[in-house]
Structure formats: structure tokens, C-alpha cells
């Protein structure tokens, strides 16, 4: 069938035109795509930090409304509602004891513009290949996905904030549930207060951590944490935030997340730390990390670990996510802001910037 999709090359980001998508396979689903997030992953493709080849269509962070299912497909029917997530394979280590995000074809299969198999569904009026990402390209009308991509919500929540959930909002969110699991009453540092790190801190406040510290440069983003739930602010531009962490904490953080990747932050991330801390990190970084190892890392005994996709399983962890919105345990919707797809380049231009935390093009 013949679609409108935004297609990424070279010569043009954001080149809104027609291309083909094949029909779904026996183990696929069409998804007509109601909204799709703009998340940092589709902006490190644009400036070359993740390679995918060119052309493309981005997005992966969609939701939409199920129009056909594959014969072998059963966790989805035509009109459920849904929420496109990552792709993994199913059947390495890291899938089968339930680590999705820790696949072992996870860059092959989401950023190589191809499935398993080698294959694309999207392509050119005149039959040439364009690369899928993330199993999903859903900055599209329409897109063909595994079913282990799709993920049935509820019809009670509007579906157009619903996308984020399939990686931003879910990295976030997932790394405080299930990677780091802090104690009740325990002290957590989130470094950088955009849609992953404030998924984070509110899944924190979740968590029933006491004391809950947001870093960041923009007083008005630590204005909405507070709203959030952190119990304390560092501007780090007028504050040092391992003196005052350490003040705070009374000798340093049991937890720290790290979303920034700039290479300082991680530093005083580490140094934050108490003794047998954990920090966890997700952040793609252009710089290399210089530690003091044995002061910092062996003597104070922290672990450090690095987190993808909220060690989520997409199935079981979006619906609760859903659920913890409906119950107001989880204002997500405070993070977003919709745009018109015809405003994409407005769209990544305001996530740049920080004047929009999280975009959502809406494609209907």
C-alpha cells in the first residue's frame, strides 16, 4: 500500500512524501499510527552518533490503532489500541530470561534498517529499500510491526500521549522499578531532568524513596521535578552537587541515575555516591570518563551499571505504567507537548533547545 511517511536522507531530515509498505507477514501487524514521540535516540541518527543508513523513516516511540493482524499473530486484534515498542529477537540469552533490552541483536535489529531476516517493508514508489527503525518507523501514517513490537493498552487513556511509553518513559521509569529497585526510604539523585530522568524521579517517588535530589542547568525544569516530587533542586551551574549531595545525604546517595552522558556529570554521579551505592546510567556519550577507579569506584565499593530500555519487558511494563497514570501515581502527560506532524523540524528544534521536554508528533 502506498503511505505518507517523513523519510530522512542526506540532502533533507524531514522530507514528508509517499513511499510503499509491504503488508504484514504472518507473525506482523499494521498499525495505523496515531501519535509518535521524538525521543534523543531519533536525534543522534540526525547527527551521525547512531548510524543507520540512509534513506530512512524515524520513530519509535508511536501508538496507534491495530488495522490487520498476521495469521500467526494472537496477543492483538484489528481496533485494539496500542503502543509500538523496541524490537528484540525472542530467543538469545538475554531475551529468554527476560531481558529484552539486553538482546543481543539489539543494535542489528533496531538500527540497521533491517529485521532478522534482512528485510524492510518500507521502500520507495519506484521499489527501492528504506531503512526501518526500531522494528517500527513511526513517523509514518501507517507502520507494519513484529508483534513482539506492538503492546495492547488500554481505551480508556488518549492514545496520543501513549508513545513515549515504548522507550522514553519507559527507559526512565524502568530503570528506577527494575534495574536499580531502590529501598523504601532510601536517598536517589537524578542527573538531568528531561523526559528520561523525570520518568525516573517520578518512578522514584513510586518507590517511596525519602529523599529524592533533581540535577539539572534549567531552574524551570527543576521547578516541574519539584512539582514532580524531588525533595531537593541543584542547579549545578551555581551549586557544586557532590558538596551539596554529600551535605544532603549526609555522606553521599544510595542511588544515582544518569541521563545526561556528558562526561563531568558522570563523574560527579560516581563521587555522589555513599558507600555500596549504585548508579545506573543510560545516556549515549561523545566523551571519554576519567575516574580516580580505586578512591572512587573500589574503596567506596559502588557499583556502576548501564541500563537499556528500563531492563523492561515491554508487555508486562507499559500497561503498568498506564495503570500507575490512571491511579495519578505517574503525571506523565506534564512532560509532553503535541505538534503536528507538518512541525516535526519545530518539533526536534524545541527538544533541542529545552523548551519542549517531550514532543509528540501527532500523525492523524
Same mark, same amino acid.
Given at each position: 500500500?502506498?503511505?505518507?511517511?517523513?523519510?530522512?536522507?542526506?540532502?533533507?531530515?524531514?522530507?514528508?512524501?509517499?513511499?510503499?509498505?509491504?503488508?504484514?507477514?504472518?507473525?506482523?501487524?499494521?498499525?495505523?499510527?496515531?501519535?509518535?514521540?521524538?525521543?534523543?535516540?531519533?536525534?543522534?541518527?540526525?547527527?551521525? &552518533?547512531?548510524?543507520?543508513?540512509?534513506?530512512? /523513516? !524515524? #520513530?519509535?516511540?508511536?501508538? %496507534?490503532?491495530? +488495522?490487520?493482524?498476521? @495469521?500467526?499473530?494472537? &496477543?492483538?486484534?484489528?481496533?485494539?489500541?496500542? /503502543? !509500538? #515498542?523496541?524490537?528484540?529477537? %525472542?530467543?538469545? +540469552?538475554?531475551?529468554? @530470561?527476560?531481558?529484552?533490552?539486553?538482546?543481543?541483536?539489539?543494535?542489528?535489529?533496531?538500527?540497521?534498517?533491517?529485521?532478522?531476516?534482512? +528485510?524492510?517493508?518500507?521502500?520507495?514508489?519506484?521499489?527501492?529499500?528504506?531503512?526501518?527503525?526500531?522494528?517500527?518507523?513511526?513517523?509514518?501514517?501507517?507502520?507494519?510491526?513484529?508483534?513482539?513490537?506492538?503492546?495492547?493498552?488500554?481505551?480508556?487513556?488518549?492514545?496520543?500521549?501513549?508513545?513515549?511509553?515504548?522507550?522514553?518513559?519507559?527507559?526512565?521509569?524502568?530503570?528506577?522499578?527494575?534495574?536499580?529497585?531502590?529501598?523504601?526510604?532510601?536517598?536517589?539523585?537524578?542527573?538531568?531532568?528531561?523526559?528520561?530522568?523525570?520518568?525516573?524521579?517520578?518512578?522514584?517517588?513510586?518507590?517511596?524513596?525519602?529523599?529524592?535530589?533533581?540535577?539539572?542547568?534549567?531552574?524551570?525544569?527543576?521547578?516541574?521535578?519539584?512539582?514532580?516530587?524531588?525533595?531537593?533542586?541543584?542547579?549545578?551551574?551555581?551549586?557544586?552537587?557532590?558538596?551539596?549531595?554529600?551535605?544532603?545525604?549526609?555522606?553521599?546517595?544510595?542511588?544515582?541515575?544518569?541521563?545526561?552522558?556528558?562526561?563531568?556529570?558522570?563523574?560527579?554521579?560516581?563521587?555522589?555516591?555513599?558507600?555500596?551505592?549504585?548508579?545506573?546510567?543510560?545516556?549515549?556519550?561523545?566523551?571519554?570518563?576519567?575516574?580516580?577507579?580505586?578512591?572512587?569506584?573500589?574503596?567506596?565499593?559502588?557499583?556502576?551499571?548501564?541500563?537499556?530500555?528500563?531492563?523492561?519487558?515491554?508487555?508486562?511494563?507499559?500497561?503498568?505504567?498506564?495503570?500507575?497514570?490512571?491511579?495519578?501515581?505517574?503525571?506523565?502527560?506534564?512532560?509532553?507537548?503535541?505538534?503536528?506532524?507538518?512541525?516535526?523540524?519545530?518539533?526536534?528544534?524545541?527538544?533541542?533547545?529545552?523548551?519542549?521536554?517531550?514532543?509528540?508528533?501527532?500523525?492523524?
Amino acid at each position: 500500500m502506498e503511505i505518507k511517511a517523513i523519510v530522512t536522507n542526506e540532502e533533507e531530515h524531514f522530507n514528508y512524501t509517499t513511499i510503499a509498505l509491504d503488508d504484514p507477514g504472518e507473525n506482523q501487524v499494521l498499525v495505523k499510527v496515531v501519535a509518535s514521540g521524538i525521543c534523543h535516540t531519533d536525534a543522534t541518527v540526525l547527527d551521525g &552518533s547512531i548510524p543507520t543508513p540512509y534513506p530512512a /523513516v !524515524l #520513530g519509535h516511540e508511536g501508538s %496507534g490503532i491495530v +488495522e490487520k493482524v498476521g @495469521s500467526n499473530v494472537k &496477543s492483538v486484534v484489528k481496533g485494539d489500541h496500542v /503502543v !509500538l #515498542g523496541f524490537s528484540y529477537c %525472542g530467543h538469545c +540469552e538475554g531475551c529468554l @530470561s527476560g531481558n529484552p533490552g539486553g538482546c543481543e541483536n539489539m543494535i542489528a535489529l533496531n538500527t540497521s534498517g533491517t529485521d532478522e531476516n534482512g +528485510e524492510t517493508p518500507l521502500h520507495s514508489t519506484e521499489g527501492k529499500d528504506i531503512s526501518q527503525f526500531f522494528g517500527q518507523s513511526s513517523f509514518a501514517h501507517y507502520s507494519v510491526a513484529d508483534e513482539k513490537n506492538v503492546v495492547k493498552v488500554s481505551k480508556d487513556v488518549d492514545l496520543k500521549l501513549l508513545g513515549p511509553l515504548g522507550c522514553g518513559i519507559m527507559t526512565g521509569s524502568g530503570t528506577i522499578l527494575n534495574s536499580l529497585a531502590p529501598k523504601p526510604g532510601s536517598s536517589i539523585v537524578i542527573y538531568g531532568t528531561g523526559a528520561v530522568g523525570l520518568s525516573g524521579l517520578m518512578a522514584a517517588k513510586i518507590s517511596n524513596c525519602s529523599t529524592i535530589i533533581a540535577v539539572d542547568i534549567h531552574d524551570s525544569r527543576l521547578e516541574l521535578a519539584r512539582e514532580l516530587g524531588a525533595t531537593h533542586t541543584i542547579n549545578s551551574t551555581k551549586e557544586d552537587p557532590v558538596e551539596k549531595i554529600n551535605k544532603i545525604t549526609n555522606g553521599g546517595a544510595n542511588y544515582g541515575f544518569e541521563t545526561t552522558g556528558v562526561n563531568t556529570v558522570i563523574v560527579q554521579a560516581v563521587k555522589s555516591l555513599r558507600v555500596k551505592g549504585v548508579l545506573a546510567s543510560v545516556a549515549v556519550g561523545k566523551k571519554d570518563v576519567t575516574l580516580d577507579y580505586t578512591s572512587d569506584v573500589v574503596f567506596k565499593a559502588v557499583t556502576i551499571k548501564g541500563v537499556i530500555e528500563g531492563d523492561a519487558v515491554p508487555q508486562t511494563f507499559i500497561p503498568k505504567l498506564v495503570k500507575f497514570y490512571q491511579d495519578g501515581l505517574f503525571p506523565f502527560d506534564k512532560l509532553v507537548k503535541l505538534y503536528k506532524y507538518t512541525d516535526v523540524k519545530q518539533a526536534f528544534e524545541d527538544s533541542k533547545n529545552g523548551s519542549t521536554i517531550k514532543p509528540i508528533l501527532v500523525m492523524e
